[in-house]
């Protein structure tokens, strides 16, 4: 009935393969796919991946979209679950909830959530996890209100049938939004989306220089992916930071505002490094970032 796809990148899963293989129902397998870790990784997850399931290792990274699709080829079941690798299963039933809802009869996408920690970790990991606590760890029922914009990678059920017709776009090979658009295009194809309080705990808080630049490296996503979509309106729609931009234009103020940002660029990405993080000021910094790689590509 159901295939784990948990695709791997530099990261010791040994925690995840056996929590979930304590909750593993007879109609189900674990797969483990490493997008070409570093040699230390590989040969830590190796033997208990085996253990439990089935390991397959890339001799080439493919990336965050593309590993998704690869499960297609391995998984027996007609449902696949996907995790990311650093995600902790932190309430026991885990995997009986998602069976619960697929018995029900449901045909579409089925979305678990995600929640950190209450406890506020190290300052240098603040900006991360208040990030993640004021837009990420939501309830179903706040994400049933957007239920397409909602969706996320790390955690999520859909039927196999679903992914072969709308795999995820192999040409972004790079970290970003490719689950905002797999939303987009779930939703064009009518797919309905159904949110479940399943939540998994994010296991791996990155410290705020590292989350800064991985969501530098997702800005520079959204131009590759405007860039390959033909009509990219749905999808500006669906990004707020892409929506606000284009808003600013029209306003005109976008002139002053990339002023701002060019004074201010270095002691910004200090405060948000260094600092108590201001979620105001971090969508003002992802902005300018945006303009700045914007022109850059032009």
């Known amino acids: 009935m159901l295939s784990i796809c948990i695709p791997i990148y530099n990261f ?68 696949l679950l996907f995790l990311d690798c650093d995600a902790l299963i932190h309430a026991s039933g885990y995997l009986s909830r998602y069976l619960d809802t697929i018995q029900s009869g449901f045909k579409g996408v089925i979305c678990g959530g995600r929640v950190y920690g209450e406890k506020p970790p190290s300052p240098d990991q603040w900006l991360r996890w208040t990030y993640g606590v004021s837009l990420e760890s939501q309830p179903a029922a706040i994400r049933s209100q957007q239920p397409y914009a909602s969706f996320m990678t790390n955690n999520f059920v859909v039927p196999k049938e679903v992914l072969t017709q709308i795999p995820f776009e192999k040409q972004l090979t790079t970290y970003g939004h490719e689950d905002t658009l797999f939303g987009v295009e779930l939703e064009k194809a009518q797919v309905p989306i159904t949110h479940i309080d399943n939540p998994i705990l994010n296991g791996d808080i990155e410290t705020s220089d590292v989350f800064l630049q991985k969501t530098e490296a997702g800005i520079a996503n959204l131009h590759r992916i405007v860039a390959l979509l033909e009509d990219p309106q749905r999808f500006i729609d669906r990004v707020n930071l892409l929506r606000f931009d284009q808003r600013l234009r029209k306003s005109g103020l976008d002139v002053l505002a990339w002023g701002a940002y060019q004074l201010g660029k270095k002691t910004l990405r200090k405060r948000l490094i260094q600092g108590t993080p201001s979620m105001r000021l971090f969508s003002f910094y992802k902005w300018g970032y945006l303009r700045e790689v914007g022109k850059r590509l032009s």
Do not use: M
């Open 12 to 79: 010791e899963v040994e925690g995840l393969a056996r929590a979930l293989h304590q909750q593993l129902p007879p109609e189900a397998e674990i797969l483990f796919i490493d997008d070409a870790s570093e040699v230390y990784f590989q040969e830590k997850n190796q033997p208990i991946c085996e253990a439990v399931g089935t390991y397959i290792s890339l001799s080439q990274n493919i990336g965050r979209a593309q590993i998704r699709n690869h499960f297609l080829k391995f998984a027996q079941y007609d449902w």
